[in-house]
């Protein structure tokens, strides 16, 4: 069955501090693999994506996820936290090679809260 | 790009009542999305438009559930004779043609759904 874990629901870091959240995937083949960051209020909004090449790739508001073929892992970091990254990050994943579903399969999520 | 919008924010109703959202996609996007997120877990496919027709529907979404985008523009999602397990955030996205699954996928800050 397809799926998506995030391990960890909750985790708190001092600003300034690096951070890693970690997400695991079940799936046939490799998927593309998103990462989004829900704040109180607001839609999701895309921090970054993996659909093929460079396995280490960039994203907004400085951070960056490394995908893992071996440990089917794709793990969002970010090396000094703000406090405005508060919020909650999700994995998702989605079919590879192509096509219009946009049927993500998502985990449940992590809450990030900072602390000064 | 005035993003994607959706109507009412909250949604307050009584067991057994009608409700329905309405979604307005960023404009000349031809996909639109529903998704569920109940609370503790990631966001949930339910259906997907491509302009007017609707190509894909989740189990998810019962009988009570009817979603239409009659013009291909905005869209509406019915619940009928809710029930306390229909309480969750519905969110809508859009995405535009040509597009890679999640390449461009913009979602609206939701319609959180509480049945008393």
């Known amino acids: 069955a397809q799926s998506v874990t995030q391990p960890d629901i909750h985790i708190t870091v001092s600003e300034g501090a690096s951070l890693e959240l970690r997400c695991n995937y079940s799936?046939?083949?490799?998927?593309?693999l998103f990462w989004y960051v829900q704040s109180p209020g607001q839609g999701l909004q895309l921090l970054l994506k993996?659909?093929?090449?460079?396995?280490l790739v960039q994203g907004i508001k400085g951070f960056e996820a490394e995908f893992k073929r071996s440990q089917s892992s794709f793990n969002l970091r970010k090396p000094s936290v703000h406090w405005s990254d508060a919020a909650e990050y999700f994995c998702a994943v989605g079919p590879p090679g192509g096509g219009a579903t946009n049927k993500l399969i998502f985990g449940t999520g992590t809450l990030l809260a900072v602390q000064p | 790009d005035t993003g994607v919008s959706q109507d009412p924010r909250h949604k307050i109703t009584k067991r057994g009542q009608n409700v329905t959202f309405r979604c307005d996609p960023i404009?000349?996007?031809?996909?639109l999305y529903w998704y569920r997120q109940t609370l503790g877990q990631g966001p949930e496919f339910l259906t997907y438009f491509q302009n007017e027709a609707q190509l894909e529907k989740s189990r998810l979404l019962s009988d009570r559930f009817s979603a239409e985008r009659p013009k291909g523009s905005f869209s509406t999602l019915e619940i009928q004779r809710t029930e306390q397990g229909d309480s969750a955030m519905y969110l809508c996205a859009s995405s535009p043609r040509g597009t890679a699954d999640g390449e461009k996928l913009f979602f609206g800050s939701g319609t959180q759904l509480s049945v008393l």
């Open positions: 404009s000349e996007h031809n996909r």
């Open positions: 993996y659909f093929s090449g460079d396995t």
């Open positions: 799936y046939g083949a490799t998927p593309y």
